[in-house]
C-alpha cells in the first residue's frame, strides 16, 4: 500500500509503498477513505521539539480517519467487513484506575494512533475493534473522518449545559470552530469568537457566530469593553479557551461572569501565570481541563448532534490525494485553511 511515513528523526513526510497490515485477533483492518491532517501532525511534520521528544521513526502518522472494514481478526465481534467506521485515536489499557473507573480518557496508560502505533495516513490501518465507531452512512467521508477532533470539541463545549446561554470561544482554530457549531446546535443564546486572523474570524462567521473580534487589531482592556456592552454588562456565562495563548487565557477568565465557567482546551508552549484570587477564586467560577474526548459518552452525544442538524462544513476548506500532503501542511503553517482532508 502507499503511506505517508515519517521515515527518519528530521522534517517532512515520505509517500512510499509499504507492507499492507495484519489483524491480530482483535484487529479490524479498515481501508481509509478519507484522513484529516491535524496540528499534532504538523508538529511531527516540522519535527519540533514535542515530535522529537515523542515520535520514534519509521512511523505512519495520522489519527482522524473514516472508512470500511476489509478484514477483521478471528475473534472479532463488534465490526464486520464492510462496515462503515471512524476511530477513537486514545488506546486505552482498561486496567488502571482510571480505565477501571469510567474514566478511560484520562488512562494513565493509553497509547495514541499515528503516534504509538501505524497511522491513517495511508491506505490501510490495522485497529482494535473496541476503538472502532459505526458511522451513518448518510454522513460524507469528508465529514466522518473528522468526528475524532469534533468530539473534542463536544466535550470541551458541553462540560455543561449550554442552552440560551452566552458562549466565548477564543481561539478559532478548526477546534474552536468546532465548538462553536456545537454550542449553537445545543442551543447558546449568543456567541463570541475571539481570534488574531480575519481569515479564522470569516470561518466563525460561516460557523454562526454572532459576533467576531479580533484580539490582534483590538487591545485586550478593549476586547474585554466589548465583550461587556455585548453582554449587558454581566459577562459571559462560559468561555471555551480554545488556543492556548496566554492572553487569551487571561481573557476568557476577565471575559466570565462570576459563577461561571472556563473551559481549557488548549495547550499553552510553556507555564501560564494566574492571578488566582481575582481571576478564578474571587468570582467564584468553575474551571475545566479538557483532554481528548469521553470515551464513548462524547461520541454518542456527536451521534445525537449530527442528527439534531450539526453542520460542520464551513471548516472543511481544501481536500486533496494523499501525494498532495506537502501542500496540506503548508497550508496549516499558514494558518489560511480550516480543516485539510486527504484521499488515500
Not at 222 to 247: F, H, R, Y
Not at 308 to 328: K, Q
Request: glycine share 12%; net charge negative; with cysteine.
Amino acid at each position: 500500500m502507499q503511506a505517508l511515513v515519517k521515515t527518519t528523526a528530521g522534517p517532512g513526510l515520505t509517500l512510499t509503498s509499504w507492507a499492507d497490515p495484519t489483524p491480530g485477533p482483535h484487529d479490524a483492518v479498515v481501508k481509509v477513505v478519507a484522513t484529516s491532517l491535524c496540528g499534532t501532525d504538523a508538529h511531527i511534520y516540522r519535527w519540533d521539539e514535542w515530535a522529537q521528544r515523542r515520535i520514534h521513526p519509521p512511523r505512519i502518522i495520522g489519527h482522524e480517519l473514516c472508512g470500511h472494514v476489509v478484514e477483521v481478526g478471528r475473534e472479532v465481534s463488534l465490526v464486520k467487513v464492510g462496515d462503515y467506521v471512524a476511530a477513537e485515536s486514545h488506546l486505552t489499557c482498561g486496567a488502571c484506575f482510571q480505565c477501571r473507573t469510567g474514566q478511560a480518557h484520562v488512562c494513565k496508560n493509553y497509547k495514541i494512533l499515528g503516534i504509538d502505533r501505524d497511522g491513517s495516513y495511508a491506505q490501510y490501518v490495522a485497529l482494535p475493534e473496541g476503538v472502532l465507531w459505526h458511522t451513518a452512512p448518510e454522513i460524507p467521508p469528508e465529514l466522518a473522518c473528522m468526528q475524532e477532533p469534533l468530539g473534542n470539541a463536544v466535550d470541551a463545549a458541553l462540560a455543561e449545559d449550554l442552552t440560551g446561554h452566552t458562549v466565548l470561544i477564543t481561539g478559532c482554530g478548526p477546534t474552536g470552530l468546532f465548538a462553536a457549531a456545537v454550542a449553537r446546535t445545543a442551543g447558546a443564546a449568543t456567541i463570541i469568537a475571539s481570534d488574531v486572523s480575519d481569515y479564522r474570524l470569516g470561518l466563525a462567521k460561516a460557523m454562526g457566530v454572532d459576533h467576531v473580534l479580533n484580539a490582534r487589531a483590538e487591545s485586550p482592556e478593549q476586547v474585554a469593553a466589548a465583550i461587556l456592552e455585548m453582554t449587558a454588562g454581566e459577562g459571559v456565562d462560559a468561555a471555551l479557551e480554545m488556543s492556548g495563548d496566554p492572553t487569551a487565557l487571561h481573557q476568557a477568565f476577565r471575559a466570565v461572569k462570576n459563577g461561571g465557567r472556563v473551559t481549557l482546551f488548549g495547550i499553552p508552549t510553556g507555564p501560564v501565570c494566574f492571578d488566582l484570587p481575582n481571576e478564578v477564586i474571587f468570582k467564584g467560577i468553575r474551571v475545566y481541563g479538557i483532554t481528548g474526548r469521553r470515551l464513548f459518552g462524547t461520541w454518542y452525544r456527536l451521534a445525537g448532534l449530527f442528527k439534531a442538524g450539526l453542520d460542520i462544513r464551513p471548516v472543511v476548506t481544501h481536500s486533496f490525494p494523499l501525494a498532495e500532503f506537502a501542500t496540506g501542511f503548508g497550508l496549516i503553517q499558514s494558518g489560511q485553511c480550516g480543516k485539510v482532508v486527504l484521499f488515500p
